[in-house]
């Protein structure tokens, strides 16, 4: 059975921290599914769909790494998937507290689903999708944060 892990989040929008992630798992795993949560979108900036095609564009030469948009519960979709592993990045203390609820919620929900906690690289440990766009609406320069056809996308979307 290959060996499946499910990355979710908002990815709004990917950073490099996000790619870091996304390459050392696509490395221990048969296959990566980056999952685009849809239903937290209320205030994003990008529509899942944009997220989406950001993350193909940025990942797409992997190609054990598949994107999917889905609006509902992650391990409802694992069990469709047939995939038994939740990948996740830590990045400070301040995320061990929700992912830690997270990952036994889920456990509770399924118990033979697994959550796997990853450190941040230390070269990326502090960039969130939060602190880009906040960065990206002062003004400030998202290189070497977020890969460059984000910054391209970015710089649209705040023109509009
Ligand atoms: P969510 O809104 O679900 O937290 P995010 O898109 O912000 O989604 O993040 C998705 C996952 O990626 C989370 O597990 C988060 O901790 C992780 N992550 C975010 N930024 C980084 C980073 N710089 N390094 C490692 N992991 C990160």
Same mark, same amino acid.
């Given at each position: 059975?290959?060996?499946?892990?499910?990355?979710?989040?908002?990815?709004?929008?990917?950073?490099?921290?996000?790619?870091?992630?996304?390459?050392?798992?696509?490395?221990?795993?048969?296959?990566?599914?980056?999952?685009?949560?849809?239903?937290?979108?209320?205030?994003?900036?990008?529509?899942?769909?944009?997220?989406?095609?950001?993350?193909?564009?940025?990942?797409?030469?992997?190609?054990?790494?598949? !994107? #999917?948009?889905?609006?509902?519960? =992650?391990?409802?979709?694992?069990? /469709?998937?047939? &995939?038994?592993? $939740?990948?996740?990045? %830590?990045?400070?203390? !301040? #995320?061990?507290?929700?992912?830690? =609820?997270?990952?036994?919620?889920? /456990?509770?929900? &399924?118990?033979? $689903?697994?959550?796997? %906690?990853?450190?941040?690289?230390?070269?990326?440990?502090?960039?969130?999708?939060?602190?880009?766009?906040?960065?990206?609406?002062?003004?400030?320069?998202?290189?070497?944060?977020?890969?460059?056809?984000?910054?391209?996308?970015?710089?649209?979307?705040?023109?509009?």
């Amino acid at each position: 059975m290959a060996n499946i892990a499910v990355y979710p989040g908002s990815f709004d929008p990917i950073t490099m921290g996000h790619v870091d992630l996304i390459n050392r798992m696509a490395r221990l795993y048969d296959e990566v599914i980056v999952l685009v949560a849809q239903s937290s979108q209320k205030n994003s900036l990008f529509t899942a769909e944009e997220r989406k095609e950001l993350i193909l564009k940025t990942m797409g030469h992997l190609n054990n790494v598949r !994107v #999917d948009i889905f609006d509902g519960l =992650t391990v409802e979709y694992m069990k /469709k998937a047939n &995939a038994r592993v $939740i990948v996740r990045g %830590l990045r400070a203390v !301040v #995320d061990f507290e929700y992912e830690m =609820t997270m990952a036994n919620i889920n /456990k509770k929900l &399924a118990p033979n $689903i697994e959550t796997m %906690l990853v450190f941040a690289s230390p070269e990326y440990y502090y960039i969130s999708s939060r602190g880009v766009k906040e960065l990206a609406i002062n003004g400030g320069s998202l290189k070497d944060l977020v890969p460059d056809v984000v910054i391209e996308a970015m710089a649209k979307k705040l023109k509009k």
